[in-house]
T-cell receptor, first 115, second 111 residues
Framework: GAVVSQHPSWVICKSGTSVKIECRSL??????MFWYRQFPKQSLMLMAT?????????EQGVEKDKFLINHASLTLSTLTVTSAHPEDSSFYIC???????????FGPGTRLTVT | DAKTTQPTSMDCAEGRAANLPCNHS???????VYWYRQIHSQGPQYIIH???NNETNEMASLIITEDRKSSTLILPHATLRDTAVYYC????????????FGKGTTLSVSS
């Protein structure tokens, strides 16, 4: 099966610091990866689409300078939350699309808590 | 915005079939119906997808009406581990197409 991992699985950081979250497709190459955010008792909200070798496409209302996305290889995309604030505390989930197939495979998520 | 409408919650007895409905009356000809589920505090899991024919895999069956305006996900023998939020998503199905999640249906399976 297709496996997507995220690291770290949870992180606590102080307000004003930056946090990097990694998303890896372990057994397939992913030209496109996606980043989502999920607040408690809410659904997933798409933040951005990450394409290997090019700039990410951000959804309306998502600050690109605050949520830096890098997709440097076909198996790795990173999301950096810069100058994190308590309101950025959330569950961040990535997904990767395998080739031109229809299935997206999701990572297990990263729980970010900003104190 | 999500293009689908699902009931907020459903209950099912363990061992019985769970039938989860989804309305997608504005679906266009090249859009697929996808089903994912999310167990608490985990990433969503792909279940099944279809265009217009009924589909079946090891997890579930997907029944799409002839006019494609609605569909039903069937879990033939629900278990306690099937308790999750189930999302019905309509999307173009092309590579690089993001999934837009609605509120989904919370399925509770009880013994």
């Amino acid at each position: 099966g297709a496996v997507v991992s995220q690291h770290p699985s949870w992180v606590i950081c102080k307000s004003g610091t930056s946090v990097k979250i990694e998303c890896r497709s372990l057994d397939f190459q992913a030209t496109t990866m996606f980043w989502y955010r999920q607040f408690p008792k809410q659904s997933l909200m798409l933040m951005a689409t990450s394409n290997e070798g090019s700039k990410a496409t951000y959804e309306q209302g998502v600050e690109k300078d605050k949520f830096l996305i890098n997709h440097a290889s076909l198996t790795l995309s990173t999301l950096t939350v810069t100058s994190a604030h308590p309101e950025d505390s959330s569950f961040y989930i990535c997904s990767a699309e395998r080739g031109t197939g229809h299935e997206q495979y999701f990572g297990p998520g990263t729980r970010l808590t900003v104190t | 915005d999500a293009k689908t409408t699902q009931p907020t919650s459903m209950d099912c007895a363990e061992g019985r079939a769970a039938n989860l409905p989804c309305n997608h009356s504005t679906i266009s000809g090249n859009e697929y119906v996808y089903w994912y589920r999310q167990i608490h505090s985990q990433g969503p899991q792909y279940i099944i997808h279809g265009l217009k024919n009924n589909e079946t895999n090891e997890m579930a069956s997907l029944i799409i009406t002839e006019d494609r305006k609605s569909s039903t996900l069937i879990l033939p023998h629900a278990t306690l581990r099937d308790t999750a939020v189930y999302y019905c998503i309509v999307t173009g199905g092309q590579a690089g197409t993001a999934l837009i999640f609605g509120k989904g249906t919370t399925l509770s399976v009880s013994s």
